[in-house]
């Protein structure tokens, strides 16, 4: 028998991961009577490696559980993967291809009604746009549940009013909230799905943030968590990119007509604009780092 320290070593899977297939039911290691530590015996190690193998060919993990369940046979699970697949190089090679359509070197001269009709027109004959932007919502959705934050009535100085605070907010937004741990740093459960709190102080006041305490646990049904992370990524960086165009739209438009300082101009809005990136990068890279 192995220790979950040893498991991890022997199937290069992190002890982080190997927990959350404990939790996903993929596999159920037993317990040391003395101490009740989890012990990992050669057919768990085996189940690990396994495991790894069908995460490696982007396998969902609910088509893994099925598989290990007996309600599909590998011959059938590695044949949907195929299609699963196929369907995702289909994605891209259709985004590639609709990418080398555009030719116009600057971005004033892109007709972008002419393109914005071409891809509906797709979707209209099932193409993948279409499908690319349904994934879109459901990521957008579930990273509306993987985080979110609010500003309390009150400071929240004590366990108490931290407590009382999270109920407020959840009842004003019609949530299910069940506080498994009062403190400065709460747990807390949402339809199920566990959280942690802590709050920050800033110029407005205080803020109180809140997190999945696993937030791996949530990805849409039939997405694997390599397309989810593309999709994170893309929703993350998205918005400032817009903003950014948006609001310094005033900027391209000095540059032509104010020369050197217009360009000035330009120089200091893509600082701030690179310092914006850094520190979405510092925020969130970790999640998509290893």
């Avoid at 220790?3 to 190997?18: H, L, P, Y």
């Avoid at 004033?108 to 993948?128: F, Q, T």
């Amino acid at each position: 028998m192995r220790s979950i320290k040893e498991a991890a070593s022997v199937t290069g899977i992190s002890e982080q991961n190997i927990r959350y297939y404990e939790k996903q039911g993929l596999i159920q290691p037993g317990r040391n009577r003395g101490n009740a530590y989890r012990e990992y015996s050669d057919e768990d190690i085996n189940r690990l490696k396994l495991i790894r193998l069908f995460r490696k060919l982007d396998m969902p993990i609910t088509e893994i559980r099925r598989l290990f369940a007996g309600e599909v046979t590998l011959e059938k699970a590695v044949e949907q993967q195929i299609q699963h697949l196929q369907s995702e190089k289909d994605k891209m090679e259709a985004a590639l291809r609709f990418c080398e359509r555009i030719h116009e070197p600057e971005l004033k001269d892109l007709d972008v009604d002419s393109y914005l009709c071409e891809m509906e027109n797709e979707e209209k004959e099932g193409s993948v746009f279409a499908d690319f932007l349904a994934d879109y919502k459901a990521v957008i959705r579930s990273e509306m549940k993987r985080a979110f934050s609010f500003m309390p009535d009150v400071r929240c100085d004590t366990p108490r009013e931290f407590t009382e605070e999270l109920l407020k907010f959840a009842e004003q937004e019609k949530m299910d909230i069940v506080i498994t741990r009062e403190g400065m740093s709460p747990r807390f459960e949402i339809d199920g799905i566990e959280y942690k709190a802590y709050r920050t102080s800033g110029r407005y006041g205080i803020t109180v943030h809140c997190e999945m305490t696993h937030p791996e646990d949530y990805i849409p049904e039939g997405m694997s968590e390599k397309k989810y992370n593309r999709y994170r990524m893309i929703s993350i960086i998205a918005l400032p990119v817009l903003l950014f165009v948006i609001c310094n739209f005033w900027v391209f438009r000095e540059v032509i007509f104010l020369g050197p300082e217009g360009w000035l101009a330009l120089l200091v809005a893509v600082v701030v604009f690179a310092a914006d990136l850094g520190f979405i990068y510092y925020s969130y890279g970790k999640n998509f780092r290893g």
